[in-house]
């Protein structure tokens, strides 16, 4: 294992899988939204362009891509491009807060290969759940949940962000996978977008963090991806990916075709090309100067006294950014409080903000339009 996570840290000739946000549109206004998404930016690549990239995904034999937004299924053309990736041999799960999964949706995914799917909550109950994602969102979700059970897709994804308030709800969110037969997967609040400004209210406490430590370590089947390597320190290494892969085995392309090293990091300093540039996708990732310097030597900085480095690898980058912390000091959810000393230390201004694509109110789930059917495979918006 020690050398499987040197060669990654050193980077891969293709990703593994690569975020895709494929729209800014949302009818939803989540207050940790890592993207402040909303509105349809009308940039955003066009179906050929977007064919285009799975083509190259497919020539670099990329296992599959991790499908977002904004909420992916407002895009008209989607379950097009869901339907060429998989026929190109490119496996796609794709997040989605549930309001376009039907009882026919639910059949025609249930019937197709190499597509998973992640429904988002952010509560074991509507009023933890709405407080963060809106009114009527955690009834939407359930709603898609039933649908996805009864037409048979067995080991759909439950999504959820970790927060201080619903932290106390671990075994309620295992035992709703357990209702629907689906898998549970926690990730990490990042003070990214929206997350920014809900970050302080939002993020879990030391003593909450040990728990959920302890928590995953003895369900080792709830899936984490890298979102708590951070953890590690505590002392045995949680399953998964404990290393931040940004620009080394994962990378982001958003709306407009701009790639970024971290999924949660949509900033310029984060920005290492665009599909659209000569070359395309590949060449971002094989020869951008931003990969290039994330794949080498990296220096344990104000955390070589720790001791810890080695376990935690100093935390998540996005973290450190958002909340003006320099990029080889400590996680500022350091769980020996490293990063919270140098917070309140620190003087220095935290980075701008990136695009607000926030709609002025956001759509209210109850008054959505019910879904069109499917035709040939396709849904009809």
């Not at 499908?67 to 895009?75: D, F, S």
């Not at 009114?135 to 939407?140: N, P, V």
Request: hydrophobic share 40%; proline share 4%; with cysteine.
């Amino acid at each position: 294992m020690t050398g499987l996570a040197d060669r990654m840290k050193a980077g891969l000739d293709a990703p593994i899988c690569v975020t895709w946000e494929l729209t800014y549109a949302c009818n939803l206004r989540c207050i940790h939204c890592l993207s402040s998404s909303g509105r349809r930016d009308p940039r955003e690549l066009s179906t050929v362009e977007a064919e285009t990239v799975i083509d190259e995904l497919e020539r670099m034999q990329v296992f599959y891509v991790n499908i977002g937004g904004g909420e992916p299924t407002l895009r008209p053309d989607f379950w097009h491009l869901v339907d060429y990736s998989v026929a190109h041999g490119v496996g796609v799960k794709f997040s989605t807060n549930g309001s376009r999964i039907d009882a026919t949706v639910a059949r025609d995914l249930a019937a197709t290969d190499y597509v998973d799917v992640q429904i988002s909550i952010d509560g074991a109950d509507a009023v933890t759940n709405d407080a963060v994602r809106g009114e009527g969102s955690f009834r939407t979700a359930i709603a898609a949940m039933g649908h996805l059970r009864d037409a048979g897709f067995g080991g759909f994804k439950i999504s959820v962000v970790m927060t201080r308030h619903n932290i106390a709800q671990l075994d309620r969110f295992a035992g709703l996978a357990e209702r629907f037969g689906a898998q549970l997967r926690l990730t990490r609040l990042r003070p990214s977008g929206r997350g920014a400004d809900s970050w302080h209210d939002l993020h879990a406490t030391n003593e909450q963090q040990v728990g959920l430590y302890d928590w995953l370590l003895d369900r080792p089947d709830v899936l984490t991806g890298d979102s708590f390597f951070h953890l590690s320190a505590l002392g045995e290494p949680l399953p998964g990916l404990n290393l931040c892969g940004a620009g080394r085995v994962v990378c982001l392309i958003d709306p407009l075709g701009d790639v970024y090293a971290c999924p949660f990091v949509l900033h310029d300093d984060f920005r290492a090309g665009n599909v659209r540039d000569t070359g395309g996708f590949a060449s971002v990732w094989r020869d951008s100067e931003l990969f290039t310097g994330l794949r080498g030597p990296r220096s344990a900085g104000a955390c070589s006294s720790c001791g810890q480095f080695d376990a935690c690898q100093g935390g998540c980058m996005a973290a450190k950014f958002f909340t003006g912390l320099p990029l080889d000091g400590p996680d500022p959810e350091c769980v020996n409080g490293h990063g919270r000393v140098l917070m309140e230390s620190a003087a220095g201004s935290l980075p701008a903000a990136g695009t607000d694509h926030s709609r002025p109110t956001p759509v209210s789930l109850g008054a959505r339009r019910r879904l069109g059917g499917r035709i040939s495979g396709r849904i009809s918006v």
